[in-house]
């Protein structure tokens, strides 16, 4: 959808981890540029090679290092956005009516309530990333441990970007679902 959107156009991305750089080269098949704004020199540091390697083979993925938004202008919808490197100082004010902030996960956890064992940065632990201490406080009722996927509860299990350890990929999410799902079956036939 989003790339319909940005058809023709020139967009943002914020960040420097492999979500702002598949969302990069994602977008480049649709859009007329895509800057990418980073605040350190580049990419290395937080990005696959892989990746880095595609952005710097497609000629509308322009790479924007020391940089960041300053501001973001318009009326009633986004218009301009005005950014600034922070090597030079100099600030550059740029038609863009399209901006992705991928600066970071943070898990959306709040609402299971201390129901399941969660690291300290809130993602849910999974199988034996669980200590035996932490099953114990959350009441883990089953003589085994948890399967590879299986939260503290029996029988709930996470995949994707809000299970700790993930490597947020779509790819990953999808393949630990089919891999959860055969261990809801191991589960169900023990039952």
């Given at each position: 959808m989003?790339?319909?959107?940005?058809?023709?156009?020139?967009?943002?991305?914020?960040?420097?981890?492999?979500?702002?750089?598949?969302?990069?080269?994602?977008?480049?098949?649709?859009?007329?540029?895509?800057?990418?704004?980073?605040?350190k020199?580049?990419?290395?540091?937080?990005?696959?090679?892989?990746?880095?390697?595609?952005?710097?083979e497609?000629?509308?993925?322009?790479?924007?290092?020391?940089?960041?938004?300053?501001?973001?202008?318009?009326?009633?919808?986004?218009?301009?956005?005005?950014?600034?490197?922070?090597?030079?100082?100099?600030?550059?004010?740029?038609?863009?009516?399209?901006?992705f902030?991928?600066a970071?996960a943070?898990?959306?956890?709040?609402?299971?309530?201390?129901?399941?064992?969660?690291?300290?940065?809130?993602f849910?632990?999974?199988?034996?990333?669980?200590?035996?201490?932490?099953l114990?406080?959350?009441?883990?009722s089953?003589?085994?441990?948890?399967?590879?996927?299986?939260?503290?509860?029996?029988g709930?299990?996470?995949?994707?970007?809000?299970?700790?350890?993930?490597?947020?990929?779509?790819?990953?999410?999808?393949?630990?679902?089919?891999?959860?799902?055969?261990?809801?079956?191991?589960?169900?036939?023990?039952?």
């Amino acid at each position: 959808m989003e790339a319909q959107l940005c058809a023709g156009e020139e967009v943002f991305i914020v960040g420097g981890g492999n979500s702002a750089g598949q969302a990069a080269v994602f977008l480049a098949s649709a859009a007329r540029r895509v800057h990418i704004l980073v605040r350190k020199d580049g990419l290395a540091e937080t990005m696959s090679r892989y990746l880095i390697r595609r952005i710097e083979e497609s000629p509308s993925i322009q790479l924007q290092p020391h940089c960041e938004i300053v501001a973001l202008e318009g009326d009633g919808h986004l218009e301009r956005v005005r950014w600034r490197d922070n090597k030079t100082g100099m600030s550059k004010t740029s038609r863009i009516q399209h901006v992705f902030i991928m600066a970071g996960a943070v898990p959306n956890t709040d609402w299971l309530n201390r129901c399941v064992v969660v690291d300290d940065k809130e993602f849910v632990k999974t199988g034996l990333d669980i200590s035996k201490d932490e099953l114990s406080d959350a009441g883990w009722s089953l003589t085994r441990p948890p399967y590879l996927l299986e939260t503290s509860r029996p029988g709930v299990f996470a995949v994707g970007d809000v299970r700790a350890g993930n490597i947020k990929r779509v790819a990953s999410a999808v393949g630990e679902g089919s891999i959860a799902i055969s261990f809801v079956h191991r589960f169900l036939n023990a039952s």
